[in-house]
């Protein structure tokens, strides 16, 4: 450590110096996070429960609300503290820490996001062979892939801030430890470390967006052969929200990390955009605006009110002595 650093911990600066706008900020982003996490642990547990959504197309979601979840507990719990503490302090290990998973989860969900772009395209234009094209080892092996891209970028690139040199200031412009944020902190030169990222990340929108793009150019080249005028205007309205939320996602992502980092302000909400915001609209956006997640999460909640009732009805008869329904068949 003390090779690379001469101090323990950054600062933090985060979204607000007043405390009473980080009081109103700490309400709106807890519910968020909560919001996002009950949302994506939901999409799972309906996935995981219900065996008519054991399809690729439910696969994939199932491991993008897990990324969510992972991809927004990096920062979030951080910020949260943060904004009712004093002192906003992270150690140096932690930070970078907090950088390495920030970035594997992040370019991970850019990977997993072209394997559903290109799910959809297989099952909108290529129905008859959706089951030969999309089997199970291709599946398991497009998220493997998505897992170890984002692995071995995030590691790639934070091995290499290891050469930088920080001896100050500590004071990092931003509300997490990102990349692009920590090298104007280095007293040695970080050009090279900022011509990786932003090669690596250029490389990786590059790998994962066209094929995004090219799946939804099919797919809507495919729509405009229905007859039906009403089934037009729902596939496009879910095609639209699909590739809206995928576009923001690349594009803030893109701009954050291949741009020169400049501190302001505008670089924060960029990031709340990417890091936070797309975590909670994933699983509105893909899931619960689908008819089979809520059909599925319907038989769940009618499945656990039918458990409850029996188990009340036993409780009841046995407190009154009499004797209840076997549950044993």
Known sequence: MKNFTFFNEFILLGLSADPQIQTMLFVLFLGIYLLALIGNLVIILVIRGDSHLHTPMYFFLGHLSFLDICFASVTMPKMLQNFLSQKKTISVWGCFAQSFFFLLSGCAEASLLSAMAYDRYAA?????????????????????????????????????????????????????????????????????????????????GLLTLPLILFSYSRIISAILTLRSSGGQGKAFSTCSSHLTVVLLFYGTALFRYISPASGSVWERVVSIQYSVITSLLNPLIYSLKNQEVKAALQRMLRQQMCCSMKGFSVWCSVKTGEKGPSLIP
């Open 124 to 204: 909108i234009c290529h129905p008859l062979l959706y089951t030969m094209i999309m089997n199970r080892p291709l599946c398991t092996t497009m998220v493997g892939v998505a897992w170890l891209l984002g692995f071995l970028n995030s590691l790639v690139n934070n091995i290499f801030i290891y050469k930088l040199h920080f001896c100050g200031p500590s004071i990092i412009h931003h509300f997490s430890c990102e990349l692009p944020s920590l090298f104007p902190l280095s007293c040695t030169d970080p050009t090279a470390n900022k011509l990786l990222l932003a090669g690596s990340s250029a490389f990786l």
